[in-house]
């Protein structure tokens, strides 16, 4: 990361404390898409899992809980059939992901306009800021400041159009302001703003990163810090970092469901690391 002046975000990692239990711990919710389309909202919950949320469900659409019901374990689910009952089920929850295989459609406009009336701090990726193509006021306006848009540049391009011209760390920044939320630019070099200007450049990027569903993974990443309230900014320079750091350590080979897996590591060198 660049930026002496910022405070390392490794001093405030969520490590559990001895009385901790699972709710305490953070509790994250990860919104699915369609029966044909589960894939990306697991991996999305496998990752903040195990980044530390101690508890994460699945909210999915009904016809999709008969696909993801085999395919979980510690991992929890509950369908939802409207954006009414998404918010419901999202009540509980410390962070939502929303975006990674939603569906570019008014659903998923309306399932996020829902989440947003909730108290969850939102992730939004992938569909869910493609959904806003066009109209990106309609999502910044639903938006809090400690909400986080994971958008890589295609996504990033949709909701600002022309800003790259002006570089990716201004435009980064531009974003976060125009959004009035914590903005991470993928990439091989990813940027992280906060809307009060803090910015950062992640230094650990990787190319065996760039594989379908690693998105997906660090979104869940980004949940499960959120979720253990780590402040946004900081949770996001966290896991941008421990995502290459993990992708590092596997090298060639990487597919996204080695992510999460190489994470224990990730996590056991940096708590070596600390003062806890
Ligand atoms: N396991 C699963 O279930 C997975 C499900 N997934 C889900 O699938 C859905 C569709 O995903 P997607 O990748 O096809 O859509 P999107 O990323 O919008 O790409 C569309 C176009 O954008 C452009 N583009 C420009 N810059 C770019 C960049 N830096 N990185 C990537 N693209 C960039 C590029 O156009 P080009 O530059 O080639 O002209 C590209 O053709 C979505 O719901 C997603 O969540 C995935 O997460 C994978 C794992
Ligand atoms: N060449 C690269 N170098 C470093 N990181 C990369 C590279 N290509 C992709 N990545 C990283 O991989 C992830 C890809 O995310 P995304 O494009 O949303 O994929 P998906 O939608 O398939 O999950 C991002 O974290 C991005 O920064």
Redesign the pocket.
């Known amino acids: 990361m660049t930026g002496d002046t910022l405070p390392d975000w490794r001093d405030s990692l969520p490590w559990p404390a001895a009385d901790t239990h699972k709710h305490a711990r953070g509790r994250l919710g990860v919104v699915s898409?369609k029966a044909t389309?589960t894939?990306?909202a697991r991996?999305a919950a496998r990752g903040g899992l195990r980044i530390g949320a101690g508890l994460v469900r699945i909210l999915c659409p009904p016809d999709a809980a008969a696909v993801v019901a085999p395919t979980i374990e510690a991992i929890m689910l509950t369908p939802f059939g409207s954006d009414e009952a998404l918010a419901e089920a999202a009540a509980e929850m410390d962070a939502v992901v929303i975006?990674?295989?939603?569906g570019v459609n008014e659903v998923t406009q309306a399932n996020i306009r829902a989440l947003a009336g909730t108290g969850a701090v939102l992730v939004v990726d992938?569909?869910g800021l493609?959904a806003f193509e066009g109209w990106p006021a309609d999502l910044f306006e639903l938006l809090d400041r400690d909400d986080v848009l994971t958008p890589?540049?295609?996504?990033f391009k949709r909701l600002f159009p022309g800003l790259l011209d002006q570089g990716r760390e201004a435009a980064a920044a531009e974003a976060a302001r125009r959004a009035d939320a914590v903005m991470v630019l993928k990439?091989p070099a990813t940027v992280i703003a906060a809307p009060d200007g803090r910015l950062a450049i992640n230094d650990n990027g990787t190319p065996w990163l760039a594989t379908?569903?690693s998105?997906?993974v660090l979104a869940g990443m980004i949940g499960g810090l959120v979720a253990q309230r780590m402040d946004s900014f900081d949770a996001a320079r966290a896991a941008v970092w421990m995502h290459a750091e993990a992708a590092r350590g596997f090298g060639p080979g990487l597919i996204a469901e080695d992510l999460p897996e190489r994470l224990p590591a990730v996590l056991a060198a940096l708590f070596a690391q600390s003062s806890h």
């Open positions: 898409g389309q894939g990306a991996l975006g990674p295989a939603a992938a569909d493609t890589h540049e295609g996504e990439g379908a569903g998105g997906d």
